[in-house]
């Protein structure tokens, strides 16, 4: 059977992209940044999941506004990474599993969850960055199968923080009614709290970001409680990537064990947490 | 546009909603072409002609013009279509948050990391 082994939250900001690629990891803007992914890195190696399901939202590479999909899931067996237009170098490409899903997406449309399914789709800095952080290695990050869910974070209506808390748990169903004996790891990127838009750019809510990264573990149903509205008034318009955590999450178990966790102001413009999760026997 | 009801605004913030999404469709569009290396290439060898090609409104055309961030937005671009188009002058998201915010990137950056409390 297959079975979840652990939840991880990770910021996904470009720059975080560039500092690899340039190598700036020491550099003391990003070395307290860096520094907290070995433990990550080192539980993955150790838990060595078959299956990474990466939850994340693309940013104008693979959809764009003529057919925006609220919930898309990839079903193809690679997936491409491409050029985004402001210089972050492309990454090669990634592993997929089409059978695990094909499986989500009837288990998902079975349990009223009607998503867009993508046999072609090209991931983004949205995938790519948690990808490069959390396997720094190129041979484990083209080893490992992967399953993009990309949730719309462009255009309002933006989906509700609890039907994405709800996704998360139809996920989490559809993982344990798999047959094959496969391990799956669950990446809620992008957040915490940011803004890039507006004479209102550079917000950044520490005290609220602290708040989830708390009740992301202990009481999610109480982040299910904000609306979407809320959530940029108090994380900032992109801080609403929270929606995100909240679909990995939703797959978690009720109870979950906090193995590490890093909040760290500033990257680029942005709170960025870190949050390493196992389901509590 | 039939829109639902509209919640409270939040200053500085503009929701990109259907209303703006309707609004900067050619905007955008334009700017999702910016993906593409050869379309760059255009974009900067005859700025004119190329918003022309995708309709831009005036406004529009004019806030490309001005490199001006908050007009367009104003004029419907959404920040990640945006991002491409301040990307061909070699700017990003903190030369941006800089300019819409009237301040240098050097105190935009010392406001990010009072952040920190």
Redesign the interface.
Known sequence: MARIIGGITTSHIP?IGNAITRNQMEDPYWKPFFDAYPPVQNWLEEAKPDVAIVIYND???NF???KMPTFAIGAAPQYLN??????LQPLPPFQGDPELSWHIINSLVDDEFDICSCQEMLVDHGFTVPMSLMFPDQAKRSAIRTIPVAVNL????LPSPARCYKLGQAIGRAVASYEKDTKVVVFGTGGLSH????????F???DFDLMCMEKIVSDPEALARY?I?DL??LAG??GAELILWLVMRGAMSERVKKLHSNYH??I??T?AGLLLLENAA | MASAAK??P?????????DM?VKG?AL??M??S????EN?KAFLEDEDAYCAKFGLSEEQTAAVKARD??AL?AAGG???????F??LFGM???D??AQ??GMTVED?KA???A???
């Open positions: 720059a940013h104008g590479l764009f506004l003529d491409d050029d985004e237009g402001w210089g462009i255009q309002h209506p803004q890039l838009d507006g004479q209102r750019a550079g950044i809510n520490k609306s509205h940029v008034r318009a992109q102001i500033p680029s413009n709170g | 919640p409270d939040i200053p500085g913030t503009v929701i990109f909603d259907g999404a469709y955008n569009k700017c999702y910016f993906n593409r290396a760059r961030t908050l937005i959404n920040i990640y279509f945006l991002a491409k301040v990307g990003n998201m903190q941006i948050g819409q915010t935009f406001k990010l990391l952040a920190r409390g």
